[in-house]
């Protein structure tokens, strides 16, 4: 046997994923989740899931992880002391930041704390100017001073960046090697390793996350590796990061703030070669845990790129995939807002205590207790019958609410789900609608554990009429790990104006992008033949604010290239604005190449076609409340695990397996397609 495993770690479960290379055979499995240290979770997650299978932490070829340890470190303020060493006169730049408010119309938002304290940031003398001339040379005794004093307090990061790092480097590797002569202890990063591109603020904001979040990550990840290499296992560790690719674990120590926004990403991969598979190209994903959903948009088959993203009030430039998320989930708690009306989230029960049903002394309702209410959830127990709920206390604390808003038990538990399928199609319509697409044109596939329980309501507020369910959607991002490549980002910027003229600097430069593409491949032990380059470029027009990436055309640099950028971007403005600005100066600003290394994957099997009987799977019945059939409908429960190949199912019906529960509302109808996903149709 040869094992691959996924583990992704969320807030409330641990999420295993077992695929056999040689039998194809797939098995998943969760824990609890650790969340005062993940490893722990994971560790037994690996232990228990390799031996439900029959084998040992020794028979893994491959570990792949998706953690959320930067990113909750970074929402709760828990990273480390960090100083900055910047530009003489921009020391109070990551605090200016744009001289934007966080909200345009809350004039009580407060701003995020830099995460940098004012007297731990030092101004030193030096100026590069934008053209990569040297004005003021670098004041090195400036830079020591600094380091002592950021010695002296305390510090446990330092970050470096100046205001033309990313056109001339020299002056911050000799800063950050002055630092280390002075200070080696620390965890010392600058701006033009981590996020060599124009705009100073976002850049010196995303080295000073980097350098905050990196000596919680080199701790996270020396105690997992020591906790594997303690059961035995083998395989070299990879880490999942914001674009939906993995990286080693020593890449993913010195660049921690890669993995800020990586939780989601794997399940957006593992959609996309779920459409693949069964011939669906476009799509929308629709992943709902806990305590929020994240949705993203596959046009063609291929995910977007963003190349920047605010989290929490700090702006990180780093390439991710372009997932939209927005705080509703299981755990969204329902209250009677100031105008009093029902609302439902952002705030969440989390995984402690979690929601009133499971009896940890909660007495908020949240959206699981409304399920738990209707029925649309198993009203004694979750986990396939690991974990028993009470239905009772769901009932109760729905009721206090009921009573404040003037309606009946059950009005108010459908009305908890439908504020919160309304805040998903919001979200969904972020990522379409506004950005030029109709959902209509797409299918939705729902993951995540609370997915499929939400997933026709919401299909049908957007009118669209086709879901994909897939095999086991309540750990969609772990199987995604088992399905996705060795994956890093090179970029850099350079202002011109796009015409032929550019033609010998553009090759140059990708040229060099490609050299440090090659030398990452080296590093990873990627083989010539395994190795994936892709080129964009992001262009505007002359005073624009805002860039759109453009493919590159492969092979040499040549007119027939800018005519195709040219074009390309008008095509992507036209469907993004509305209009091309016919005459205006075109400007390419970054160049950017993706490197993949391909990695082997998990391969599935298509089942022979078992006909359109269900009825082995009917495993009992349940009265589920459908306000669309007008109340409680007795209803037929399928399990699964016993659905094969071709099987048909006429709704209303539920369909239960340990990891999420599918709810199919009354006409709609679900086919098992032969990679034993559910496509569910609209009537």
């Not at 939209?324 to 029902?342: C, E, M, N, Q, Y």
């Amino acid at each position: 046997m040869a094992w691959r495993i996924g583990i992704d770690s969320g807030g409330t479960f641990t999420d295993v994923c077992l695929f056999d290379d040689v039998t194809g055979m797939v098995a998943v499995w969760k824990v609890p989740s650790t969340p005062d240290d993940p490893s722990r979770a994971i560790a037994r997650g690996t232990q228990e899931g390799v031996e439900r299978v029959g084998a040992s932490p020794g028979d893994i070829v491959y570990f792949g992880h998706g953690t959320t340890v930067g990113t909750n470190a970074l929402i709760q303020h828990r990273g480390v002391k960090t100083g900055l060493v910047t530009t003489e006169g921009f020391r109070d730049l990551i605090e200016i930041g744009r001289q934007k408010r966080p909200d345009l119309y809350d004039l009580q938002a407060d701003k995020a704390p830099p995460l940098v304290t004012r007297d731990l940031r030092f101004g030193v003398a030096e100026r590069v100017r934008h053209d990569g001339s040297v004005e003021t040379p670098l004041d090195a005794g400036a830079v020591r001073q600094a380091a002592r004093a950021l010695k002296e307090e305390g510090v446990k990061a330092v970050a470096i960046g100046f205001l033309y790092g990313f056109v001339r480097p020299e002056h911050e590797a000799a800063a950050k090697r002055i630092v280390a002569e002075e200070f080696p202890e620390a965890f010392i990063c600058a701006s033009h390793e981590v996020a060599p591109e124009f705009r100073e603020y976002e850049r010196i904001s995303t080295t000073v996350v980097n350098a905050y979040l990196g000596p919680v990550m080199q701790g996270y990840i020396r105690r997992l590796a020591e906790r594997l290499k303690e059961l035995g296992l083998k395989a070299t560790p990879h880490l999942t990061q914001s674009n939906g690719g993995v990286i080693g674990f020593d890449m993913a120590a010195r660049l921690p703030v890669r993995t800020v926004l990586s939780g989601p990403s794997t399940g957006v991969v593992a959609a996309q070669a779920i459409g693949a598979m069964i011939g669906i190209e476009n799509l929308i994903t629709f992943d709902m845990g806990g305590t929020s959903s994240d949705v993203a948009l596959l046009n063609n088959g291929e995910a977007k790129l963003a190349s920047e993203a605010n989290v929490h009030g700090y702006p990180i430039k780093a390439p991710m995939l372009d997932i939209h998320t927005v705080g509703a989930g299981g755990g969204s708690l329902a209250a009677i807002d100031s105008g009093g009306l029902l609302k439902v989230g952002p705030r969440s029960a989390g995984a402690d205590p979690g929601p009133v049903c499971y009896g940890r002394g909660a007495t908020e309702p949240a959206v699981t207790d409304a399920n738990v209410v209707l029925q649309t959830l198993n009203p004694t127990h979750l986990l396939g019958g690991r974990m028993a709920i009470d239905q009772e206390l769901s009932k109760q604390a729905i009721g206090r609410l009921a009573d404040k808003l003037g309606l009946d038990l059950m009005a108010t538990a459908q009305g908890i789900i439908s504020v919160v399928t309304a805040n998903m199609a919001k979200a969904i319509r972020v990522i379409s609608v506004q950005r030029g697409h109709d959902p209509r044109d797409y299918a939705l596939v729902a993951f995540g554990g609370a997915g499929p329980l939400h997933a026709a309501r919401l299909a049908r507020d957007l009118d669209m009429k086709r879901i994909v369910v897939p095999r086991n959607p309540g750990i969609g991002c772990a199987l995604g790990l088992l399905l996705t490549d060795l994956r890093a980002n090179f970029a850099t910027t350079r202002l011109a104006k796009l015409s032929n003229a550019l033609i010998p600097d553009m090759a140059d430069i990708f040229t060099a992008l490609q050299e440090q593409a090659e030398h990452w491949f080296a590093e990873e032990g990627v083989a010539s033949g395994d190795r994936r380059l892709k080129r964009t470029a992001d262009l505007r027009y002359h005073g624009q604010n805002y860039e759109l990436a453009i493919d590159v055309p492969e092979g040499p640099i040549t007119p027939v290239t800018i005519a195709a950028l040219a074009e390309g971007f008008a095509q992507a403005h036209k469907r993004l604005y509305g209009f091309v600005a016919e005459g205006e100066t075109v400007q390419l600003v970054t160049y950017r190449v993706e490197a993949v290394g391909l990695v082997p994957k998990a391969a599935f099997q298509p089942q022979a076609d078992a006909g359109p009987e269900s009825e082995q799977a009917v495993i009992g019945r349940r009265e589920v409340w459908f306000p669309e059939a007008g109340g409680f409908v007795a209803c037929p429960i399928y399990d699964r695990d016993r659905l094969k190949a071709g099987n048909r199912i006429a709704g209303p019906a539920i369909i239960e397996q340990m990891d999420s529960t599918t709810v199919l509302l009354p006409g709609m109808t679900a086919t098992v397609e032969p990679y034993l996903n559910l496509i569910l149709e609209m009537p």
